[in-house]
Structure formats: structure tokens, C-alpha cells
């Protein structure tokens, strides 16, 4: 692999042996949390179903509304 080739031991070039969680590049903020945003994202996407179903109930009743008093 290049990377290897270039940077010894395959790791990447932004980060050191310093600390964990330790990141000398900010363009490279890490597997864990890049993982920590798609994890909160799937449960803001979670929280889209019933206020989906809530928004066709209200559309529903509506069109009820409109039919019974509005023909």
C-alpha cells in the first residue's frame, strides 16, 4: 500500500502518538467520532417517523373537515 510506502507503518499522517483522542490535523476528526454523528443522526431520524404520521393525521382531518362542512 502507498501509504505505507510513504508514511511507515500504514498509519495515518494527522495523527501522533500523543494522548488518544489527540488529533494534530482538524480536517481528520477520527473513526469514533465520525461514528458518535451517524449514530445521533439515526436517532433523529427515528424521531421523523411519528411526526410524519402526526402531520398526515392532521392533513386527514383536514380533508375531512373540508368534505363534511365545505362541499
Known amino acids: 500500500m502507498r501509504t505505507t ?16 483522542g489527540v488529533v494534530d490535523d482538524i480536517r481528520d476528526p477520527g473513526d469514533a467520532f465520525i461514528q458518535a454523528e451517524i449514530d445521533s443522526n439515526r436517532r433523529y431520524e ?18 375531512i373537515v373540508r368534505q363534511l362542512f365545505f362541499v
Open 46 to 63: 427515528y424521531t421523523l417517523i411519528p411526526k410524519a404520521i402526526i402531520a398526515f393525521a392532521v392533513v386527514a382531518a383536514l380533508i
Open 5 to 20: 510506502a510513504l508514511h511507515g507503518g500504514g498509519t495515518s499522517p494527522a495523527r501522533h502518538s500523543g494522548p488518544a
